[in-house]
């Protein structure tokens, strides 16, 4: 192999073979949502059954839950409001620059799914927003994926 450039700096060691790299097996990822179809009446026995019905969809036993587990002080309103703060703002500054075809913003995947940028971030549809970010999620992990 020839060389096309001389180092010069030789306090930087650069290696001309590098380690293997480790292929990952190609299998279809487990990516789900978990339904809250059990409305809670704030009582200690409806939050009990809301736990048990998350415990049975997420498929680990009830300790390795217990342990994962992270509450935190709200209720539904604040919960709603924070998600819509975070899916405006992941919209908003993950955009990025529709002028460079490389630029792989948010953008990007709204115009490869058919959204028109001017409806994409409707500040009063909360529906739609979650859709879209749903959309941009799944689509970036098919990106990195394919």
Known sequence: MAEIAINKDKSV???????????????????????????????????????????????????KFASRLTVLKGDLGIGAHILWNFTQAFISFHWGDSTDSKDLGCWHFFKALGIKSSQVLNKKDFSLMLVQLTKVHEATIGYLLL
């Not at 293997?20 to 009990?48: F, Q, T, Y």
């Open 13 to 63: 060691n650069i290696d001309l073979k590098p380690p293997p790299i480790k292929v990952l097996d190609a299998r279809k990822p487990d990516i789900s949502m978990l339904k809250l179809m059990i409305a809670s009446d704030n009582s200690s026995e409806g939050v009990g059954k809301v736990y048990e019905g998350l415990v049975r969809q997420s498929g680990l036993g009830t300790e």
